[in-house]
């Protein structure tokens, strides 16, 4: 470890253009298109109705519901406090089960350690247990470049990637497309497929199933990502529900789990807080269908060859911010997208990284920054939401997401040069602060309503303010201000009156209260 | 073993430099949730049942004397004709089948356990409160696979290694040892949040939960 001369400098963000944690476009414009897919828009209401009502049943049924919430929020301050401490022990006790444990700085260098590893294997192939982290890095397209083809095995994935698509939900990726576009898709795109498949959801999760199994008992590699690191055991932690994650983990010779470095947790018994908190909060079950640990190699049972990347990419650059570091105790449940009213409209794709909704507002800034490039789009994620605190009251570890989400806009008015809006603002505030001045504003602006239609909205503000009026109508200014009307004689008249009723009525009320 | 040297420095020298840069008060963990519940066997009993059947596991409650009659009835309906069976299971549950049964050991392919119509284990510990069952690996148990790759999974369950909450399970577990946590067959929710029983594990869940043992 190197000495500090004074103060340490920041950690670097996850690098510019590599990975997926920045999209093409500023949030409010990609929402405008996503809007006007009226499928999005219907499955995503159906879905977060349906799983926000599942959870409020499940989570409303733990007398203790708070207690375990607190409880997991302290558990994550405390790690991430800890944190090199209990990764240091993590590694031990991975590697004294027989592991070998990978550092990456940044996704580039994930994306060559796994690499690397497969091609040690001599397969070509990969399996692959869906993953946030692997998402974020874009480990896929690194592998396909390299000629390795990774299969996908989450049945909501594999949809995904055999429409070339992205993922729209942390926990249904695919939750943008119909039972018809997915039977098109595997009608496309699975070899050998039934020619006369239905839509019937039972039988597409039988096509995959019968088209996976094949690649499970042939693949000698699989990829995951983790859950949950256990530091004192070195116990790794898959939470799943249809068992492509136990094949990946069970059947190939190699296993390689890629793990962001926040998902480390002190205690094996901190389990027992997390394994009550997840599965509710997330799909709004009392448990999901399959959980497996596994600690190293075990002998004569599952991969022999193990391997633990432990993932940074911008997780210690938001560990350096007092209030964004809270991010990195996020647990992927995705409760905060199922309530968040702008998600449920504006979907997962409008946010333009692998982590959407109102955590992937915070997280995505934290991780790879807001202001990388000129008019970086992750400037806007930090406006995209109205602030009404549903994400909060979700989350399973408590993380203040509407607080940070205020912090952000404050670093990036901060980050801004001069714009337009600071300007107008400083005019402004020049003349509000001279009531002579502000009452010939006023006046001016009355003229105003010139400008407004029929029903007395502008729906176009000049080019200076344009960005206030592209998704909002602005009233047009009123006959008279407030101010002009309370000194005409019809203002004091009704002041007057107003204030002779007032008196009477409370002369009155003590008696009534008798 | 550790790889990249420069990249660990680095990664812990950042964490060290962060935690400089925003410290932040040290944590005490309030664990005041619920631990340490006991519930007496008929409320376990009916709290796991109940929580089985939500998942659509079928659940054969019984004493220990009809282990081998309910199973074999299982494996019977469910034209199972050839098993697997784990190294360390009790022979005596199997004694009323009358298929083949293929005892599992660490040379048999994994992928050759396809060619299975079941599988029959026990188990290490259940939770009421959640309906979850944890397999180990533990003698009985057998490894990850065999409970896997098979299309039924016939799990037997000793009320006595039944517990109330979370809690009191993840205190019974062997970290170190392989475990899975078992609730219901596998399903999907990935078609317009429609859900599917049986993706690609066992499809059929079958608990025989002996109530004396």
Known sequence: MSTFLGMPAAPPRSPYGTGNLRGDRKFPEAAHDELRNEQLRRNLSRATRTIRTKRLGVTGELPDWERLRDAGSAIKTDTMNRLPELLEQLERKVTERGGTVHWARDGVEANEIVTRLIRATGSRDVIKVKSMATQEIGLNEHLEAAGITPYETDLAELIVQLADDKPSHILVPAIHRNRDEIRQIFLDEIPGVDPDLDNVPAHLAAAARAYLREKFMTTKVAVSGANFGIAETGTLTVVESEGNGRMCLTLPDTLITVMGIEKVLPRFQDLEVFLQLLPRSSTGERMNPYTSMWTGVTPGDGPQDFHLVLLDNGRTAALADTIGREALNCIRCSACLNVCPVYERAGGHAYGSTYPGPIGAVLTPQLAGMHAAKDDPNSSLPYASSLCGACFDACPVKIDIPSMLVELRHQHTEQSGTTAEKLAMKAAAGVMSRPKLFAAAQKAASLGRAAGGRDGTISRLPASLSGWSDSRDTAAPPKQSFRSWLASAEGAATMRAAAGEGAGRTAEEPEEEQ | ?213
């Open chain 2, 1 to 213: 073993m550790t790889t990249n040297p420069t990249a660990r420095d680095t990664v812990l020298g950042r964490i060290r430099a962060a935690l400089a840069l925003a410290p932040t008060p040290d944590s005490e963990v309030p664990r005041v949730y619920r631990t340490g519940r006991t519930l007496p066997d008929d409320e376990r009993l009916a709290l796991l049942t109940d929580r089985l059947a939500d998942y659509k596991a079928q659940v054969h409650p019984c004493t220990g004397d009809r282990t081998a009659e309910v199973i074999a009835g299982i494996l019977h309906e469910r034209g199972a004709r050839r098993i697997g069976v784990p190294d360390g299971l009790d022979e005596q549950w199997l004694a009323a089948y009358d298929g083949e049964v293929q005892l599992d050991s660490a040379d048999i392919p994994a992928p050759s356990l396809d060619a299975l119509d079941g599988v029959v284990t026990a188990s290490a510990v259940s939770c009421a409160e959640t309906g979850t069952i944890f397999l180990d690996g533990s003698p009985g148990q057998g490894r990850r696979a065999l409970s896997l790759v098979p299309d039924l999974h016939v799990c037997v369950v000793d009320l006595s290694s039944v517990v109330a909450g979370v809690p009191e399970a993840v205190a019974r577990l062997v970290p170190e040892r392989p475990t899975t946590l078992i609730s219901g067959p596998s399903a999907t929710s990935d078609i317009e949040l429609e859900r599917v029983e049986g993706v690609h594990g066992p499809r059929t869940l079958a608990v025989v939960i002996r109530t004396d043992a």
